[in-house]
């Protein structure tokens, strides 16, 4: 079955760039999802990748995807405080309609 | 533009009890999906409606059923209550009219079951 992988747990200082990793197993996935939580919160919607796609940036985000290696990778520069929360990769694959989640990467942002 | 909304956002229900969760799509859309996430966890897809049917289903007992009604708005409905259905339960929503798959997720309702 499909699987999403991802590091548990990520420190960094204010004013430095985090990056959050993430592999997926599944081949035939068609979007790929980076969503933020805050403590006690739903999801946000932060940015998402089409597979046809290597890199996409959206102001401090830029997403890299490696299609061969199924791996994705979510970039934020200049990370603030405000950054701080849990960081979901998701995958959704040709006709499925669910989204596949990983357990998350909690961004720990040090002043 | 209101987003996705859910009621109630937090609830305790006692075990062997059954629980209804309520959601608003955002506007424009029409699909609404669930998912339960476990503390620690990340979210796990129950079930999704479109056009008022379910149309896939994840990994859930029959204990969990849902509907659609005709203004796209949803019901998550949870019997016979269980101390491990305690979670945040999460409603999404998206639309297949549009190329772009962009999925919005709500707050959350968050169920304790004691």
């Known amino acids: 079955g499909e699987d999403v992988e991802q590091s548990l747990f990520l420190s960094v200082r204010e004013g430095d760039s985090s990056v959050i990793n993430c592999t997926y197993t599944?081949?035939?996935?068609?979007?790929l999802y980076w969503y933020k939580q805050e403590p006690g919160a739903g999801l946000q919607l932060l940015t998402y990748?089409?597979?046809?796609?290597d890199m996409k940036q959206d102001q401090r985000l830029t997403v890299l995807l490696n299609k061969k290696d199924k791996h994705l990778s979510l970039r934020i520069a200049d990370t603030q405080t405000g950054d701080s929360a849990i960081y979901f990769c998701a995958e959704k694959g040709t006709g499925r309609r669910a989204l596949t989640f990983g357990s998350g990467t909690r961004l720990q942002v040090q002043p | 533009d209101a987003g996705v909304t859910q009621s109630p956002t937090h609830l305790i229900k006692t075990r062997g009890q059954q629980v209804t969760l309520r959601c608003s799509p955002k506007?424009?859309?029409?699909?609404v999906s669930w998912y339960q996430q476990a503390l620690g966890q990340g979210p796990q897809f129950i079930f999704q409606?479109?056009?008022?049917?379910?149309?896939q289903r994840g990994n859930f007992p029959d204990r969990f059923s849902g509907h659609q009604f005709p203004n796209y708005s949803s019901e998550l409905n949870v019997n016979a209550l269980l101390l491990g259905d305690s979670a945040l339960y999460l409603c999404?929503?998206?639309?297949?009219?549009?190329?772009?798959?962009?999925?919005?997720f709500g707050e959350g309702s968050w169920l304790t079951v004691v």
């Open positions: 506007s424009g859309h029409d699909t």
């Open positions: 409606y479109y056009e008022e049917e379910e149309r």
């Open positions: 599944d081949s035939s996935s068609t979007y």
């Open positions: 990748i089409f597979s046809n796609m």
């Open positions: 999404a929503s998206t639309t297949i009219k549009v190329a772009v798959d962009t999925i919005y």
